[in-house]
């Protein structure tokens, strides 16, 4: 069964930074994509960042160049480093993985509709 774990979140400042971990079980991250998504309140989920099997990575545009998807493939978990974060960035953040084997990520990396398992959700609140 697999199992998706985020780690506890928190609260910032503007400018500081967090760094978010997902951990599997059942998983192996090398030989699928994953990614962040967030939902603020009263907002839609949107993608934030994916990374593909190969290691190939995709941004959604407000946090390219502030935020940066990883992965240790011997731990099997996922990590999100978010710098110079904004009050905009404030949300449940989530990961998630795809059921199928997933070389490289596709054209629409960051759409829901891909990933099969979801993380629990991890607050992250940043203050002005």
């Known amino acids: 069964q697999v199992q998706l774990v985020e780690s506890r979140g928190g609260s910032v400042q503007a400018g500081g930074s967090l760094r978010l971990s997902c951990v599997t079980s059942?998983?192996?991250?090398?030989?699928?994509?994953m990614a962040w998504f967030r939902q603020a309140p009263g907002e839609e989920r949107e993608g934030v960042a994916a990374i593909g099997g190969a290691g190939d990575t995709r941004y959604a545009e407000i946090v390219k160049g502030r935020f940066t998807i990883s992965r240790d493939n011997a731990a099997n978990t996922l990590f999100l480093q978010m710098n110079s974060l904004n009050p905009e960035d404030t949300a449940t953040y989530y990961c998630?993985?795809?059921?199928?084997?997933?070389?490289?990520?596709?054209?629409?990396?960051?759409?829901?509709?891909?990933?099969?398992?979801w993380g629990q959700g991890t607050q992250v609140a940043v203050s002005s």
């Open positions: 998630a993985a795809t059921r199928g084997l997933c070389p490289s990520l596709v054209t629409d990396a960051l759409g829901s509709y891909l990933y099969n398992y």
């Open positions: 059942g998983y192996i991250v090398s030989r699928h994509c």
